[in-house]
């Protein structure tokens, strides 16, 4: 793809250097729809971001934009808070139908903030307010967010050291086979929740990712959750999963953590639970945790509802059969893994692992420079792939769960292509 040089003046004069994205796709987007993204000189990009998840239904889904554009029409309420609205009785009455009655799950639906960040404060400040207690564990190279609870409970150095002040009352875990299967799982966990000597004060909450998205696409095996939630029912701390890029059909099912059986006393969901890409979130939590006071956790966006109505849109669309749009996301992730198994004989010195779930994958190499060099080629391409893991050492694949099985294949084979010349650009 033949690419003229963009006119990103002000931008690098006027916005802060504190941009990222930008700098890996260096071009200036104008339209988008469905998984393609066009520029302002009319070059197509696969998109296999999805607004890191924002957009699990696609660009401008013309379902949610036909449902948003008639509200906004007819003048329906903008903003609102915690008022009662119309549209926040429709999406939390199609919640409980089609999300949460059909899984059995009790969840009382708290509107925290408009962003994954508020979701997870949310749940530590009540995981704390119910056990009195200020101790969280997390677990290593976890991701929940940029505010500075949500920061002490992350692993990545380069993020926490951002926040300038003491990160304190998160104490890490090893995550899912952080030692290679080498010591049992939760060995030093029990140990130290069991010895008055540990240093470990009791812990209010565990929080953790059944995949770790930013951390590098480490995924979680039921057992080793199942295992999680028996540890925390039997020393009496909360379970918390952060559910905010994985959440939603990503991995199968709406929720992540229903292939492991398990039921989290407290989940936080975002990014695309509105459906558009419009800001919302959800902190969940069980009826008898509900020990608020009124205001006593609050924000002035708490109550999007144009969110409310693309919400409501987009679990009437998709989730009304639930069975199928799980179906479809499983067979979408069985022809992403057959390209990276062909990937991986192709270039089997220099992958060191593939791995994932659903529609969320990362392919790591032994080099650690390697994915930065994959992601730029891919843009060169005409694909769009992030980078993550504590050193962006992992290609990550996360397209919408709405692709085609044609576009999936252009993007993969776009992958393929960039893997094999970024082996050229080193020999």
């Known amino acids: 793809?033949?690419?003229?040089?963009?006119?990103?003046?002000?931008?690098?004069?006027?916005?802060?250097?504190?941009?990222?994205?930008?700098?890996?796709?260096?071009?200036?987007?104008?339209?988008?729809?469905?998984?393609?993204?066009?520029?302002?000189?009319?070059?197509?990009?696969?998109?296999?971001?999805?607004?890191?998840?924002?957009?699990?239904?696609?660009?401008?889904?013309?379902?949610?934009?036909?449902?948003?554009?008639?509200?906004?029409?007819?003048?329906?309420?903008?903003?609102?808070?915690?008022?009662?609205?119309?549209?926040?009785?429709?999406?939390?009455?199609?919640?409980?139908?089609?999300?949460?009655?059909?899984?059995?799950?009790?969840?009382?639906?708290?509107?925290?903030?408009?962003?994954?960040?508020?979701?997870?404060?949310?749940a530590l400040k009540l995981a704390r307010k119910v056990k009195g207690r200020e101790a969280i564990v997390s677990f290593t190279n976890a991701f929940h967010g940029m505010s500075l609870g949500s920061l002490a409970v992350t692993g990545n150095a380069f993020k926490r050291a951002g926040a300038g002040i003491p990160l304190v009352h998160g104490t890490p875990m090893p995550f899912d086979q952080y030692l290679d299967g080498r010591v049992p799982d939760f060995l030093w966990f029990e140990r130290l929740l069991e010895d008055q000597g540990s240093g470990l004060n009791r812990p209010a909450a565990v929080i953790v990712e059944t995949v770790q998205g930013e951390g590098g696409i480490?995924?979680?095996?039921?057992?080793?959750?199942?295992?999680?939630?028996?540890?925390?029912?039997?020393?009496?701390m909360l379970l918390i999963v952060d559910d905010i890029q994985m959440g939603c059909g990503r991995t199968g099912g709406f929720f992540s953590f229903e292939e492991a059986g398990i039921v989290p006393d407290i989940v936080t969901v975002s990014k695309s639970i509105s459906g558009y890409g419009l800001p919302m979130s959800l902190c969940l939590f069980r009826p008898e945790l509900d020990i608020w006071e009124p205001g006593e956790h609050n924000g002035t966006f708490r109550g999007n509802n144009p969110a409310f109505v693309t919400a409501t849109a987009a679990l009437e669309t998709y989730w009304s059969d639930g069975s199928s749009m799980e179906k479809q996301t499983r067979a979408r992730g069985e022809q992403v893994e057959q390209e990276l198994i062909s990937i991986t004989e192709e270039n089997i010195t220099d992958v060191k692992e593939y791995r994932g779930r659903g529609l969320v994958w990362g392919l790591e190499f032994h080099d650690r420079q390697r994915a930065e060099r994959v992601a730029r080629r891919a843009f060169e391409l005409g694909l769009l792939v992030e980078t993550s893991g504590p050193e962006s050492e992992v290609v990550k694949l996360l397209p919408a769960l709405t692709i085609t099985p044609d576009e999936l294949d252009a993007g993969l084979s776009a992958l393929a292509r960039a893997v094999r010349e970024t082996v050229r650009e080193t020999v």
């Open 1 to 122: 793809m033949t690419i003229t040089q963009p006119d990103l003046g002000v931008f690098e004069t006027l916005e802060s250097e504190v941009r990222s994205y930008c700098r890996g796709w260096p071009t200036v987007f104008d339209r988008a729809r469905g998984s393609r993204m066009y520029d302002e000189d009319g070059h197509e990009y696969l998109d296999f971001f999805a607004g890191a998840g924002s957009l699990n239904y696609g660009h401008n889904n013309p379902v949610l934009k036909r449902a948003l554009i008639d509200y906004l029409e007819r003048d329906g309420i903008t903003h609102a808070l915690d008022m009662s609205t119309v549209a926040k009785r429709s999406f939390l009455q199609t919640f409980q139908d089609l999300v949460l009655r059909p899984r059995g799950l009790p969840y009382k639906v708290m509107f925290p903030g408009p962003t994954g960040t508020n979701a997870v404060e949310s």
């Open 218 to 236: 480490n995924v979680a095996r039921p057992e080793w959750l199942r295992g999680l939630a028996d540890l925390c029912a039997r020393r009496d």
